[in-house]
């Protein structure tokens, strides 16, 4: 428990943080998961909206320091390749 004014404030600090973070993850979640199934269903015009909405959900969540530049490099990336496939394969 916090015994300074500083200590709780930073307390508060942490729970405004903490929910605002878990929104961002969240709704980052579902547009990678969006993304991911439009791809799976093959369907190349389809698949490029939910892909490109990923690709930002990810680049605002970075920047929001969310999640890590890497992490959000490599689904981005990962996302990408799996749609150029589809791609090739049309």
Request: proline letters at 2%.
């Amino acid at each position: 428990m916090a015994n300074h004014p500083s200590a709780e404030k930073r307390n508060r600090q942490r729970l405004v943080r903490a929910e605002r973070n878990q929104a961002v993850r969240s709704s980052l979640r579902t547009a990678v998961k969006k993304a991911r199934a439009a791809i799976a269903a093959g369907n190349l015009d389809a698949a490029k909206a939910p892909v490109a909405a990923a690709s930002k959900a990810l680049a605002k969540a970075v920047s929001k320091g969310v999640v890590h530049t890497r992490n959000a490099s490599r689904t981005t990336s990962r996302i990408q390749a799996a749609l150029h496939k589809v791609s090739a394969k049309a």
